[in-house]
């Protein structure tokens, strides 16, 4: 079965600093692999996704995520922190089986809080 | 371009009364999945919906049974409800088959079961 562990349950950075939100997998074989964001109330907007091929992925919002095979991890990183990216962030794996990737299964999502 | 949309927004219900939660796809899309998000936990599938069949299901009781239209909307019944049913019900909506089409996610439903 594939599941998705995300270490850290509240990260807080300072306005401008890096970020680094860490996720690893569980899958047999290739996984499909997400980012998702979910602000206070509202549902999950998708950051960026790996499918195949390069493993950097760039996405919205000044994101990208690097998919490490060896590590089973998928890491979001992003160079420099605004206030506006306090959120609720969730890894996601689906099964590249199916053809589809609407059956994801998520972390339980790391809670970032920025300070100014 | 229309995303996906959700009715109602927030409901609120009695323990083992039944409810109906409604999702329109986004304009395109012809998947519908739905997801249930328990407070501080990332969402759990329930289960997926494509030419108005049931396609694939989580680990859901048969408590938990949808339907989907013609013009791809759907709909989350749950009967008999139980006060651990209370969460935040997100509809999804895709392309089936299409391995470049993520998931796109509504604003969801906040059930209360009291």
């Known amino acids: 079965a594939q599941s998705v562990t995300q270490p850290d349950i509240h990260i807080t950075v300072s306005e401008g600093a890096s970020l680094e939100l860490r996720c690893n997998y569980s899958y047999g074989a290739t996984p499909y692999l997400f980012w998702y964001v979910q602000s206070p109330g509202q549902g999950l907007q998708l950051l960026l996704k790996y499918f195949s091929g390069d493993t950097l992925v760039q996405g919205i919002k000044g994101f990208e995520a690097e998919f490490k095979r060896s590590q089973s991890s998928f890491n979001l990183r992003k160079p420099s922190v605004n206030w506006s990216d306090a959120a609720e962030y969730f890894c996601a794996v689906g099964s590249s089986n199916t053809g589809t990737a609407s059956k994801l299964t998520f972390g339980t999502g790391t809670r970032l809080q920025v300070t100014l | 371009d229309a995303g996906v949309t959700q009715s109602p927004t927030h409901l609120i219900k009695t323990r083992g009364q039944q409810v109906t939660l409604r999702c329109s796809p986004k304009s395109g899309h012809d998947t519908v999945s739905w997801y249930q998000q328990a407070l501080g936990q990332g969402p759990q599938f329930i289960f997926q919906?494509?030419?108005?069949?049931?396609?694939q299901r989580g680990n859901f009781p048969d408590r938990f049974s949808g339907h989907q239209f013609p013009n791809y909307s759907s709909e989350l019944n749950v009967n008999a409800l139980l006060l651990g049913d209370s969460a935040l019900y997100l509809c999804a909506s895709s392309l089936f088959g299409g391995e470049n089409s993520p998931l796109h996610f509504g604003n969801g439903t906040r059930l209360t079961v009291t």
């Open positions: 919906y494509y030419e108005e069949e049931e396609r």
